[in-house]
């Protein structure tokens, strides 16, 4: 795979280095680009659970999504028991639960209200509605009759925002950090969406060349969108170790770990050298660091020994990368958003 | 005044057609039908277009922008959450119509208020000449909270002090304009009059479709350009930046606007940094150099070296670079003592001192309750007069006598006996009416107007300005605070 060469031709055009960007834009701009990712990811891990949990009482299917996104414990805090309308009511309409889509959708949108001068008008106008839609969102559109339902608009709104902001946000600075947003949660969101399936599929003491029963690896690989693509690159059949290669190192399939490392990579490499900030190096250090560490793994080897201490290791390094960029670049006084708790009046 | 249930009250002369049956500007002066005066085409044609579309087209388009403003996270709510806080003023859609020569008044009086207020700021920061001259008292500049004894002796870029003005202006029911006050700190709603227009030109392109109308879209040129004039000089491609006290502000939405119309970054007060007397500000490749910051923060929160200490919204220094030279603050600090309603009272004479000319624009007349004369004739005449507290904006405080009851009008005469400077008293004028879309068709209701003038080297004004309506039945208080909303304002090309 050669991801320099794919990134310098599907990206050929930024603007030159004239216009300085704001470091607390930049910031915030990378936490907007996270914040509808998460959500649309979100989206995909309830409706994948849906379909993957056998029935109401199948606990551990959903505990399993609370269990990757650190959330076991708040949980339980309110509900006591996880099937799919607690968790999907946990995640969909729990505006004081902060791992929640309408607190993911509330912070994106006062990321974007801080960024209003910089981004287009459609892409504050598509957030507003959205935002109006999910407020508006009722425990009817979670039965289970309507949850995929739900889940497949908030995935299609996400989408709207990601096709609004490639087709009008103007590709400097801002454009960067936000194309590392996006790729940063999407790399940490697809070791999740592993993790959920593979943790529970394959343990040790199953080999992981061997071919399993097709309708899990189905959903798993409809729910990140790749069905499709995977067919047509291994049409023989769903060997464990083919799906992990597929997500974790696929050079073309748009959310494999791989692939957007290698894309982040890019946009930081354009960073340093197009716009000359030094502060970049470390964050670009690690990610060269990491893409060597993730292409020579093994996957059978990986998948015997178990796959999810890899998968932490790696989410653990993705959220260091982060790290990189805030004392590097944002620095630690520039919190994205922070309510003032001054205010003054205007005549 | 016509009320909603009495359609029956029609003078001569009022236009017939469906909406607007049921419309009486009784005794006021109407910006739209101007009973008494000439006919002017353009607006016989206006009433005729709006005449011409059904009621319930009007409201459908009124809804159309509504959620407009809605979807755009710019309108206000009537839920009290704070979920679109961004605009406060919600849109009628009837238009406020100002003739060229109308304009041409508001235009020179407005020009001639403000090189007054940036003369007698000079003044009063240096040689203090009105006062030794007795024009103005002494006290009431120098005693005033406005006035800031850090300027003294302090030379600002091309003299101007007030960058960016808004003059608040009114019609008595003789279509007589009058100043109802100067705002020479910082002044907003610049940003409702070019968003208002757009509005307009989406809901109405029948009702202006080949009229001559002053465009309004060159405002954040003509600001950055100003900007760049006042900043200092030797300075190659001076960086301008706006700076807001952030998303939380009530005129936020107003400060990404004018930031994006001028193309400069909107700042927080810790984005910038004070070195060795330069401003920077941070960002992503370390810090950038500023040089003219057109600020949305009040003076006391500016510089906590130099204002309030607790500010946690203004820079370190910035005050100390200002009078180095290195940096540009727009509007000047200690403006505040200009547009004082203590003040106001003097403009008049201002204007005569310094310019020896007679003011374009009228005040209204001023009753000033620190002085035994204007309290006695206040104190006499309190169910006739507007008493004002000095120090407020906003509609807050105000006492109208000719709606108070006497219980009410015995408690604020002893409010006013209390504080006696605290007030200024004036007529009630009978403001000005502009036809609105109310549930029932159109209504009269009373409007102001704010003009706003943008002085770099020189003033310029922007053709209109902000026309806010009091939406309720009969309240002649037009602040958002109030209950309050705003019209596209639209003067015609001579």
Partial sequence: MSAETLGAESEPELSGGAATLLARYAESVLWLARYIERIENLARLLDVTKTFASGAGDEAAWVAILRINGDVEQFYKKHSFANGESVAHFYLLDRDNPTSVPASLHWARENARTLRALISTEMWQQMNVFYSQVLALKEDDLLPANLSRLCNFLKEACQTHTGITEGTFYRDQSWCFYTIGRHLERADQTTRLLDIKFGRVIDSKQAADQAVEAGEWNTLLRAVGGYHAFRRTHPHGFLPRDVAHFLLLDGAFPRSVGLNLAQADWVMSQLRSRYGLRGILPALERVDTLRGRLSSQNMVDLLRRGISPFLDWMQKELSLLHADLVSNIFSAEHAPVKPQTQTQSQS | ?494
């Fill in chain 2, 1 to 494: 005044m016509a009320t909603d249930d009495n359609p029956t009250l029609r003078t001569e002369g009022t236009p017939t057609a469906g909406s607007w049956d049921g419309y009486d500007p009784g005794a006021f002066f109407c910006e739209m039908l101007r009973l008494g005066q000439d006919a002017e085409p353009i607006l016989a044609a206006v009433i005729e277009r709006i005449g011409n579309v059904p009621l319930g087209e009007l409201h459908h388009r009124a809804r159309d922008a509504e959620r407009d403003l809605l979807e755009r996270g710019i309108t206000f709510t009537v839920y009290s959450d704070a979920t679109a806080i961004d605009r406060i003023l919600p849109f009628d859609l009837i238009p406020r119509i100002i003739t060229a020569p109308e304009w041409k008044t508001i235009e020179t009086g407005v020009k001639q208020r403000v090189a007054a207020l940036n003369l007698f700021l000079h003044d009063i920061y240096h040689d203090q000449k009105i006062l030794k001259d007795g024009v103005v008292p002494s006290e009431l500049v120098l005693g005033n909270q406005g006035y800031c004894k850090e300027m003294i002796g302090f030379d600002v870029p091309q003299g101007t002090y007030v960058h960016i003005c808004g003059t608040d202006i009114v019609r008595d029911e003789n279509g007589k304009f009058l100043v109802l006050e100067d705002n020479a700190r910082t002044p907003s709603g610049v940003s409702y009059v070019v968003e208002n227009r757009h509005l307009t030109l989406r809901a109405l392109p029948d009702f202006i479709s080949g009229l001559k109308i002053r465009p309004v879209d060159e405002y954040g040129l003509r600001l950055h350009r100003a900007m760049i004039e006042v900043a200092p000089p030797d300075v190659a491609n001076p960086q301008v930046v706006l700076l807001s006290p952030g998303i939380y502000n009530s005129a936020y939405f107003e400060h990404v606007f004018l930031a994006r119309e001028m193309g400069v970054p909107l700042v927080e007060g810790h984005d910038l940094i004070v070195l060795d007397g330069r401003v920077f500000m941070r960002t992503t490749a370390g810090l950038a150099a500023v040089h003219t910051i057109y600020r949305r923060l009040n003076d006391d929160f500016l510089d906590p070296d130099v204002f309030r200490a607790d500010s946690t919204l203004g820079v370190r220094g910035l005050f100390d670079a200002w009078k180095r030279g290195n940096v540009t603050i727009a509007n000047a600090v200690g403006t505040g003592v200009a547009d004082d309603k203590a003040i106001y009272a003097y403009m008049p004479r201002i204007i005569r001192y310094y310019l020896s000319e007679n003011a374009i624009l009228s005040n209204v007349q001023t009753h000033i309750c620190a002085e035994d004369e204007g309290l006695a004739f206040t104190l006499d005449h309190l169910e006739e007069l507007v008493v004002k507290p000095v120090a407020e904006s906003g509609g807050y405080g105000i006492f109208l006598g000719p709606f108070s009851s006497k219980s009410e009008r015995e408690t604020f005469r002893a409010k006013l006996l209390a504080d006696p400077s605290n007030y200024i008293s004036q007529p009630m004028v009978k403001l000005s009416v502009s036809p609105t879309l109310c549930p029932t068709g159109l209504r009269p209701r009373h409007v102001d107007l704010r003009p706003f003038a943008v002085t770099g080297r020189d003033t310029w004004v922007l053709p209109g300005g902000l026309t806010r309506v009091a939406l309720r039945e009969g309240t002649i208080i037009v602040n958002s605070s109030q209950g309050g909303g705003s019209k596209d304002t639209w003067v015609l090309e001579a």
